[in-house]
């Protein structure tokens, strides 16, 4: 009997030739890592962000792999500039086919009580608002072409959980799930769909001041049952499975990403510590 033939390369290698994919927070991270797969796959990569040299990087990288890319740097805060974005992208390439809003802030990290008001704004301005414009004017285009289109949205696994000294960052995530049911209602008719993608702990630039070390990062490695730190990779696959048409019947979800990291229960380093201290 003939043996079948084995491969890992399981979807075309160009599976989104002719297609146009928009990704906020582009020039690092998992925006940077999504990027540079859909250049692979043969899209067409336009990336925003706030800072131009990250940006052109990324753009050069794609390129140089025989991709095809622009960037846009866009400060999502100011809906005229995610306007003229959206625009920019179509005039381009004729049509916007998926988006992933990723572009966000941590911004400052205290307990609410030191929290300014200016401190709040400006976490909601990017993380809230910005992801709003973002949708409205994406969705926009997406309706006028009336050929439906898919869009993820980045939240957080703070959504779900609690860290301290992240209430401004958490509630916007939380409020972001909220926003993307809503909206995956109202635009489903059109064949639109918007996900959420809810990362974990992600070695990624935003990251690196609890991940300054590997001491640092140690309890989080050892709280996440698969036991290690998530990788830009790990979430920007997620996104290009939602973004693709084998996730054609999934909308208004909140995917985690997390290795396990916000499941309940007590972990079997913890059972070893109280061994150890009884």
Known sequence: MEKLKMTTNVFPEKRFSGRTVLITGGGTGMGKAAALRFGREGANVVIAGRRPAELNQVVADIKAAGGIALAVPTDVSDPEQVEALV????????????????????????????????????????????????????????????????????????????????????????????????????????????????????????????????????PFQKHTPLQRIGQPEDVADAVVWLLSDEARFVTGQSLLVDGGFTLGGLRPWFNNFVAEHS
């Open 87 to 218: 625009s920019k992208t179509v005039t381009t390439f004729g049509a916007l086919h998926m988006a992933w809003n990723n572009a966000g802030v941590l911004g400052a990290f205290a307990p609410l009580q030191e929290m300014s008001f200016a401190d709040f704004d400006a976490v909601m301005a990017i993380n809230l608002r910005g992801v709003f414009a973002c949708l409205k004017y994406e969705i926009a285009t997406m309706q006028a072409a009336g050929a439906g289109g898919a869009i993820v949205n980045t939240s957080s696994w703070t959504a779900h959980g609690v860290m301290p000294g992240l209430a401004a960052y958490a509630a916007g995530k939380a409020a972001l799930d909220a926003l993307t049911r809503t909206v995956a209602l109202e635009v489903g008719s059109k064949q639109i769909r918007i996900n959420n993608v809810s990362p974990g702990i992600i070695a990624t630039p935003m990251a690196s001041g609890v991940l300054a070390s590997e001491t640092a990062a140690l």
